[in-house]
């Protein structure tokens, strides 16, 4: 699975039109995603203080068959190789998504259902 962290207007506008789409994707022609264990970080880096944002799931497999392309490709800045999906990611590929945002003393927790045992 892959993860977006979402801006509102972003995800509702997904829900009227059935696809996601962002600024990125105009922007650079990909849209930004995670796996799991990069979520918290790109949330302290790039969304801190925010509260109001969602967290959403993409299956990757859905993807490929709706010919959606993921490329994993570096990226220096953060020492790791990211998940950039090249087009509109169709709400049938989003089996989840979560309210996220940061807690009063700035953290970021992963959903529930996302933490694994002994973390």
């Given amino acids: 699975m892959l993860y977006r962290i979402a ?3 972003d ?4 829900q009227q039109t059935g696809f996601f789409a962002s600024a ?3 922007a650079e022609g990909f849209i ?3 796996e799991r264990h990069q979520i918290i970080e790109t949330a302290r880096r790039y969304y801190a203080g925010r509260a109001d944002l969602v967290l ?3 299956d990757e497999a859905a993807l490929a ?3 959606v392309r993921v490329e994993r490709e570096w990226v220096a800045s953060r020492q790791q190789h990211f998940a950039h999906v090249f087009g509109p990611v169709p709400l049938g590929a989003v089996p989840r998504h979560w309210p996220f945002g940061s807690e009063e003393n700035g953290d970021f927790q992963l959903p529930s259902e996302l933490l694994i045992l002994g973390e």
């Fill in 7 to 9: 801006e509102p207007a």
């Fill in 11 to 14: 995800w509702h506008h997904a």
């Fill in 24 to 26: 990125d994707l105009s």
């Fill in 32 to 34: 930004h995603s995670s």
């Fill in 56 to 58: 959403l799931e993409w």
């Fill in 65 to 67: 068959a709706a010919g």
